[in-house]
């Protein structure tokens, strides 16, 4: 009898720990919140390409969408050479890029600043200037 008592309590605690849902004040997060609006700032939404096209001779186009989508277009002399797809946030001074369609998907992030018509991004390998082309 004991063991059928000790086996029901048992059955009993392991119901109720898969029927638990983490809170803000157990530790866990809450899944009820509402969706946060997507926050792009005031002039980065439209299409830049790269102002210089380097010592590769690539242009680069990017075009960031109102609604958080992303595609850069590489341009080698002249001819199109490949685009890639993804989505993008921003926080602060920092884009964060998640690339996901077109190559292997892997992120990215830079710390932006925007001048006028021209977008200056930087990341560990220097600064890049693009020209607001719409």
């Keep these: 009898m004991k063991r059928l008592i000790f086996c029901i309590l048992c059955l009993s605690l392991l119901l109720c720990a898969c029927a638990w849902t983490p809170t803000p004040s157990d530790g866990g997060t809450a899944d009820t919140a509402a969706p946060t609006e997507l926050s792009i700032p005031q002039g980065l939404a439209g299409v830049w390409v790269s102002a210089h096209a380097g010592e590769w001779n690539m242009i680069e186009t990017i075009t960031f969408g109102e609604d958080g989508s992303l595609s850069v ?16 946030t921003v ?15 892997f992120q990215v992030e830079y710390t932006y ?22």
């Design 73 to 88: 277009q590489l341009t080698y002399e002249g001819s199109d050479y490949q685009t890639i797809y993804g989505t993008y």
């Design 91 to 105: 926080s602060g001074g920092t884009i964060f890029c998640d690339i996901t369609e077109g190559t292997t998907p």
């Design 113 to 134: 600043r925007i001048d006028g018509r021209e977008l200056y991004l930087t990341d560990e390998d220097g600064e890049a200037q693009y020209l607001r082309n719409s």
